[in-house]
């Protein structure tokens, strides 16, 4: 059976929406979870909440799965610096993730 592919699509808060401290906070804390099934699974639930294409959840945690070690720090990046990004545009990235 051959793999569907799909791009993900995040739309993360700028940093005047409500709850930055809150996010910065789960941000810190999934990036020092250990490497683990636990802390990968954490990870996965934490970006999920900013996917908004696929629109199904079992997708977009496949593709969330098979991205890059280098797209996801990119991910991360965004979400640290929300001063730097548009509120109004979406970020896509996993682009033909494979699932």
Known sequence: ??????????????????????????????????????????MVEFLLQFVSEPKNRKDAREAIENMSRVELGALFIQLLTPEDADPNSSSPSGAGAEV
């Not at 929406?17 to 999934?30: D, K, S």
Request: proline fraction near 7%; aromatic fraction near 12%; glycine fraction near 8%.
């Open 1 to 42: 059976m051959a793999k569907k592919t799909y791009e993900l699509t995040f739309r993360f808060p700028g940093p005047d929406a409500p709850g930055y401290l809150r996010r910065r906070r789960e941000i810190l804390e999934v990036m020092k979870a250990e490497w683990t099934t636990a802390g990968i699974e954490k």
